[in-house]
């Protein structure tokens, strides 16, 4: 079981590399940011990819206070292969949550076509926000190759799940 990193990824947008626009999406993809999937389609991917699924009625009221969410699909078969979503403040900070790419010969590759895409719209649509992520291991390179920072400067994140 692929254990996810202990510690948030967070970086300053300023400090992000200009790395984006090399990626390209494998024929047979689409990138979607306008359909998210449902509740239960997004649970379905998170467990297939080992990461922690949540409460469907939870998961629907966060996908639908996202600022934004992108989707990467299988274009015959409309199979859900990504998908990362954004929260903001919509001042200082945005978080992304829930990454997460089916396993198998694309996924470091879809993986850093989300976070590439969602920095575009997040510098675009709030400058100046720092970005957050909690994220699985698999998705380090990608982040790193962004401009992300493990713990930049000694600064650690946690978090306490409610119930």
């Known amino acids: 079981m ?3 990193l202990e510690c948030v990824i967070r970086a300053n947008l300023f400090s992000f590399s200009q790395k984006s626009g090399y990626h390209r999406l494998p024929y047979g993809f689409v990138l979607d940011r306008y359909n998210p999937p449902s509740a239960i ?3 379905k991917l998170l467990s297939k990819c080992k990461l922690q699924t949540h409460p469907v009625d939870k998961l629907g009221l966060a996908l639908a206070r996202s600022v934004c969410h992108l989707s990467i699909f ?3 078969s409309t199979k ?3 998908f990362v979503r954004a929260t903001s403040d919509h001042g200082l900070n945005a978080n992304l949550w829930d990454l997460a790419v089916l396993p198998g010969n ?3 590759h879809l993986i850093a076509i989300l976070v590439d895409h969602a920095l575009k719209i997040l510098r675009r649509e709030m400058p100046g926000c720092s970005i957050s992520i909690s994220a699985p291991l698999i998705a380090l390179e990608a982040l790193q190759e962004q401009g992300f920072l493990v713990d930049p400067n000694g600064i650690r994140a946690m978090g306490i799940r409610l119930r």
């Open 80 to 82: 859900l292969y990504g």
């Open 41 to 43: 389609e997004l649970n």
């Open 74 to 76: 299988e274009e015959k």
């Open 2 to 4: 692929e254990l996810q």
């Open 106 to 108: 694309y996924q470091d």
